[in-house]
T-cell receptor, first 109, second 115 residues
Framework: TQLLEQSPQFLSIQEGENLTVYCNSS?????LQWYRQEPGEGPVLLVT?????EVKKLKRLTFQFGDARKDSSLHITAAQPGDTGLYLC?????????FGTGTSLTVIP | DSGVTQTPKHLITATGQRVTLRCSPR?????VYWYQQSLDQGLQFLIQ???????AKGNILERFSAQQFPDLHSELNLSSLELGDSALYFC??????????????FGPGTRLLVL
């Protein structure tokens, strides 16, 4: 059983479309992070969300932390081919980081 | 470039063999994490070192061991290798800014193929 479940697992969309990916858990976290990983490279941190209900924006990416701090979403507006990659959520339980199952996004030009 | 370096980038070996993966953290980072990433298991935490001491252990097999040296670089030793050990192995170093949250910086990874 994974601590963090992400959905969808795979997503293929046309350039210009909007999309949302989800990260869900039955556990409560003090913070949650989102990473993007491109093929052949390590994950790169995009954002950390801390407060329940918090919304953070990074250009066309909008991150939201659930009110109960058990889940999070990532919304991408007008997706670009450069957004292609594996999106991972991660939570720090105090003594280690748990990573979600990942959403593999492909944006078709 | 995250500032974390890992060597080698690729490694091909046979079952039963032993290999050593090396990681140099970002300058000033005291904490080093090791992860294994495979298609079916995702990114799995193996072990963490902080300033030379083991701090946390995850899903690390007994055949695997790690250490962090006084210069803060770290090595992950994988022995009695099996086909299922084929994966990407990542190292990450981290910093916790004053009043902030721990941020990990990942290296480019070592791709291990066991034949």
């Amino acid at each position: 059983t994974q601590l963090l479940e992400q959905s969808p697992q795979f997503l293929s969309i046309q350039e210009g479309e909007n999309l949302t990916v989800y990260c869900n858990s039955s556990s409560v976290f003090s913070s949650l992070q989102w990473y993007r990983q491109e093929p052949g490279e390590g994950p790169v941190l995009l954002v950390t969300v801390v407060t329940g209900g918090e919304v953070k924006k990074l250009k066309r990416l909008t991150f939201q932390f659930g009110d109960a701090r058990k889940d999070s979403s990532l919304h991408i507006t007008a997706a670009q081919p450069g957004d292609t990659g594996l999106y991972l959520c991660a939570a720090n339980t105090g003594n280690q980081f748990y990573f979600g199952t990942g959403t593999s996004l492909t944006v078709i030009p | 470039d995250s500032g974390v370096t890992q060597t080698p980038k690729h490694l091909i070996t046979a079952t039963g063999q032993r290999v050593t993966l090396r990681c140099s953290p970002r300058s000033g980072d005291l904490s080093v994490y090791w992860y294994q990433q495979s298609l079916d298991q995702g990114l799995q935490f193996l072990i963490q070192y902080y300033n030379g001491e083991e701090r946390a252990k995850g899903n690390i097999l007994e055949r695997f061991s790690a250490q962090q040296f006084p210069d803060l670089h770290s090595e992950l030793n994988l022995s009695s290798l099996e086909l299922g050990d084929s994966a990407l192995y990542f190292c990450a170093s981290s910093v916790t800014p004053r009043g902030g949250h721990e941020t990990q910086y990942f290296g480019p990874g070592t791709r291990l193929l066991v034949l």
